[in-house]
T-cell receptor, first 112, second 114 residues
Framework: TQLLEQSPQFLSIQEGENLTVYCNSS?????LQWYRQEPGEGPVLLVT?????EVKKLKRLTFQFGDARKDSSLHITAAQPGDTGLYLC????????????FGKGITLSVRP | NAGVTQTPKFQVLKTGQSMTLQCAQD?????MSWYRQDPGMGLRLIHY???????DQGEVPNGYNVSRSTTEDFPLRLLSAAPSQTSVYFC?????????????FGPGTRLTVL
């Protein structure tokens, strides 16, 4: 059973469009992270959220952590071809000795 | 700062062969880990280490061994390669054991087992 479910799995949009993707779970997380991975490279951290209801902005990217700390969303405004990549969410379930667990990822393609 | 380095970048093995994937970091991070990434499966934790001399199993440890003799190095050993171990392997490090710390990933090793 996948602890973190990401949706949609694939997304192909035109440059300039807005989009929202999701990372959902039935478990509570002490923190949640979003990474972006480009082909042939390792994932790179975009943001970490730790407080329920927290909203963080990174230029055109807006990240939100759910009030109950079970889910997160990523909204991209006016997507650009440079946003193309695999977006992974990762979280640590609340509780002692919990290990970071990753979702399966969302493949985003932004067409010029 | 080189960050996290991995060698080799590509490797082809025959079933039953052994090899060691190298990982090194120059950020003085205590926590290091190995993941494998397969299509549609995300990143799965193989083994991790919270400091020199301490290692533990992750989600998919079978067929892999690790050791951590120094803070900088965390090699992953495949004792007898199997086709099911064909994957992309990533090494990662962070200041401490998780808790929201940024994971720094290496560029990956693409392994094919025939």
């Amino acid at each position: 059973t996948q602890l973190l479910e990401q949706s949609p799995q694939f997304l192909s949009i035109q440059e300039g469009e807005n989009l929202t993707v999701y990372c959902n779970s039935s478990s509570v997380f002490s923190s949640l992270q979003w990474y972006r991975q480009e082909p042939g490279e390792g994932p790179v951290l975009l943001v970490t959220v730790v407080t329920g209801g927290e909203v963080k902005k990174l230029k055109r990217l807006t990240f939100q952590f759910g009030d109950a700390r079970k889910d997160s969303s990523l909204h991209i405004t006016a997507a650009q071809p440079g946003d193309t990549g695999l977006y992974l969410c990762a979280g640590e379930p609340a509780g002692a000795n919990s290990k970071l667990t990753f979702g399966k990822g969302i493949t985003l393609s932004v067409r010029p | 700062n080189a960050g996290v380095t991995q060698t080799p970048k590509f490797q082809v093995l025959k079933t039953g062969q052994s090899m060691t994937l190298q990982c090194a970091q120059d950020m003085n991070h205590e926590y290091m880990s190995w993941y494998r990434q397969d299509p549609g499966m995300g990143l799965r934790l193989i083994h991790y280490s919270v400091g020199a001399g301490i290692t533990d199993q992750g989600e998919v440890p079978n067929g892999y061994n690790v050791s951590r003799s120094t803070t900088e190095d965390f090699p992953l050993r495949l004792l007898s390669a199997a086709p099911s171990q064909t994957s992309v392997y990533f090494c990662a490090s962070s200041y401490v054991s998780g808790r929201g710390d940024e994971q720094f990933f290496g560029p990956g090793t693409r392994l094919t087992v025939l």
